[in-house]
């Protein structure tokens, strides 16, 4: 059995592969797809299912984009928000073979109505199953937010509970492949662990350790948790299938002045806040590079024209890649090296700074 993590930093999104017999299944990809393909084809694999724990809120999928290109068949959950245009519906009980593999699928609503685990069953190793991919029901120290249906609270609390439960009977043995690590917004207490086993988290996950479920639906909904606005664009493009994104991923490079002439409606420097308080284009958002997964959502909308001011090529390619994972397309290019421009005698604000006891002072 071949089974790889693949991390995408700054949202802690955890999609996998996994393989067997020369055929490969990928759970819960992100939209830029190209690791994918480059880890099957390192492995002599070829895909043929792409397995979707759950319609996401906080990242767009790569399902369809990777379905396109591969031929693989995408699987998704009963979904009553509506149809999943890309993927065919599984159901509990559903199994799929991949060499010596077998994974078998479970409904697992309460994060999600359309939820699903997959658990994977080897032959070579066990006759139980040895892992699960829990998508969003169950993390490592946490589990799935409830509040995306508020005039549902406790009923869909109740249906994490019984989700929860239904995991557990998998056995102490089988290792947990959750959707989310620690920093996710889908979570409040995930632990900043790698690994995990339904047993461990039945012994120490917090919620998890309650055994009384209207006592569990009372501590979720007391939950508090952000929406950014985004997410309601998420939920759409994760319905109807997002594009695919290889223009966006290599931004236009534009000079200083081509940036104030682009029509932009937002002008977002993604250097750090000292090189930002040092000079800065007038009007330009300061976000750095790695907030824009927590705080682009909050800021930029779908269809605004975005220009980038970073301070290096790596840092532009990492602001687009973060952009593109939430739907936020529209970048009309970017530059590199605002300090420089300063030098030259180019119009720019600046942030005075102060020390802690000037603060204290004041």
């Known amino acids: 059995m071949f089974l790889e993590k693949i991390k995408t930093p700054g949202l802690s ?5 996994i ?3 020369g055929q490969a299944a990928v759970i819960d990809p992100r939209r830029d797809f190209e690791v994918y393909v480059e880890r099957a084809r390192a492995e002599g694999l070829e895909i043929t299912h792409i397995f979707e724990t759950h319609r996401n809120e ?50 697992t609503p309460g994060h999600t109505d359309d939820h699903l685990a997959f658990v994977i069953h080897d032959s070579e190793y066990s006759e139980g199953p040895v892992g699960v991919f829990t998508g969003d029901a169950l993390f490592v120290g946490d589990v799935g937010r409830t509040d995306f249906y508020p005039e549902r609270k406790e009923e869909v609390a109740g249906l994490l509970f019984d989700s929860l439960q239904k995991l557990c009977r998998l056995g102490d043995q089988a290792i947990i492949y959750p959707a989310h690590g620690a920093g996710s917004v889908c979570g409040s207490g995930m632990a900043d662990r790698e690994f995990s086993t339904i047993g ?6 917090p919620r998890l350790r309650i055994s009384d479920r209207d006592e569990f639906i009372k501590a979720k909904v007391a939950e508090h948790h952000y929406q ?17 994104a290889p223009r966006i991923m290599r931004p236009r ?25 040092a000079g800065h284009m007038p009007g330009a958002m300061c976000l750095p590079v790695g907030m824009i997964p927590a705080f682009a959502g909050w800021f930029l909308s779908e269809g605004d024209r975005i220009a980038l001011i970073a301070s290096e090529e790596d840092q532009l390619a990492q602001a687009m890649a973060h952009l593109v994972r939430i739907g936020l ?12 421009a300063a030098a030259q005698g180019k119009a720019m604000r ?3 700074m102060i020390g802690t006891k000037e603060i204290a002072r004041r």
């Open 350 to 352: 600046s942030i005075p």
């Open 58 to 107: 906080d990242l767009l999928s790569g399902s369809p984009i990777l379905a396109d290109l591969t031929g693989a068949t995408v699987h998704h959950g009963p979904n009553p928000a509506g149809n999943v245009a890309f993927a065919n519906t599984t159901r509990e009980g559903d199994c799929f073979e991949l060499g010596q593999l077998k994974i078998e699928v479970l409904e």
């Open 19 to 21: 393989g067997s017999g």
């Open 329 to 340: 397309d529209n970048v009309v290019g970017g530059y590199v090296g605002v300090v420089p």
């Open 253 to 277: 490079r534009l000079g200083l002045d081509d940036l104030r002439e682009s029509g932009a409606d937002h002008l977002v420097d993604v250097r750090e806040p000292l090189a930002y308080a």
């Open 228 to 244: 950014p606005p985004y997410f309601r664009l998420m939920e759409r493009l994760n319905l109807e299938g997002a594009d695919a």
């Open 200 to 205: 461990h988290e039945r012994r120490n996950n």
């Open 13 to 17: 999104h955890l999609s996998y592969i």
